[in-house]
């Protein structure tokens, strides 16, 4: 699974394009936020779950940026690998060994934005 680092170097500073056409075109917004869940490998066997009565155009294959709005620096950014029906009200799930590292720091219901990400705009590792 593959996860990604922010950014374009310029002069030895990460930055992020935002104003990119394919990313107004997605459905999620940059303003609404979306509460998380935070899963164990038996709920579910993959790094990203997102509902797809949430995001219902969520593919395959695609990249996903998850962060705190009062951090916005502090992005996570996932592939969802397949697209699987969610149990109970869950909108976004994260697997918790991910979710809970320092540099993100997620708590469970804790009210997160997703949007996807442009994999033009990360190196992925």
Do not use: W
Request: with cysteine.
């Amino acid at each position: 699974m593959e996860r990604g680092v922010k950014g374009k170097e310029n002069n030895g500073e990460m930055t992020l394009d935002n104003s990119t056409p394919d990313r107004d075109s997605c459905p999620e917004s940059d303003k609404e936020t979306y509460a998380i869940s935070l899963h164990s490998l038996k709920d579910y066997n993959q790094e990203l779950v997102l509902n797809p009565e949430t995001f219902p155009n969520a593919k395959c294959g695609e990249y996903y940026e998850l962060y705190d709005p009062k951090f916005p620096e502090k992005k996570l950014v996932l592939r969802l690998d397949s697209v699987t029906e969610s149990r109970g009200s869950v909108q976004v799930s994260v697997l918790k060994t991910i979710a809970t590292r320092e540099e993100f720091g997620f708590k469970s219901f804790q009210r997160i934005r997703v949007r996807k990400a442009l994999k033009e705009e990360y190196r992925i590792a």
